[in-house]
């Protein structure tokens, strides 16, 4: 079980320390949320941002979730600022282009996922399991933070699992004490967590809480 720490809805004035207050408590890995005010009706971080998560903090892994049709403009900008995993939309792009992006991701020595939309039927990767060093079922529609899990997350997360074998399987978009255990019971083992962590009580006491629901 893996706790991503969202920094969408973190403090941008003070984001060092609270992605600090994460890694103090155990975290290993940060989920980077990029939106291109296209793709999402949101605007959020660049390449610099993952640059100098980087140049900080080099020990935490850099998970990208790439919120954007533009891949061809945007994925080689990543993969130069560092990220390790980059997980983009199957929506971004037409089917028979998806395969070639992940492998230009794995021939630039970088990780990668595909991302799926609520609407998008599951058995699309299918014929891309063995490309997908991770797979993320967005429980909830991206765009923004602190909205709620949906309630048809926990069968799409299962029906993920079935296909997908050992690769994991990540959940993004209202995780919180309760959610996170539905979808652990589905067969989730990666858990982005945004307005959870860093929205309200004290940094630690909340992954804390988390680390103490997922290992039950
Ligand atoms: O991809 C995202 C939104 O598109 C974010 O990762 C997600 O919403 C995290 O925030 P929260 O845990 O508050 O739902
Ligand atoms: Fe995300």
Redesign the pocket.
Known sequence: MLIAP?I??ADNLNLAKEIAAAKEAGITRF?L?I?DGHF?P?LSFGPQLVQDFKKQFPDLEAEV?L?SSNLRGMLPDFVKAGADLIEFHYEADYANQIPGWLDYLHDSGVKAGIVLNPDTEIRVLKPLLPKLDQILI??????????K?MEVAPSRIKAAKDLAGEIPIEV?????AETAKLAKEAGATVF????????QKAIDQQVAELKRILEE
């Open positions: 969202s969408l809805n989920h949320d939106m999402v949101n979730h919120m967005m429980t909830v529609y991206p765009g923004f933070g602190g909205q899990f993004d978009g209202g995780i919180n982005v967590a945004g307005s959870y962590i860093f929205s």
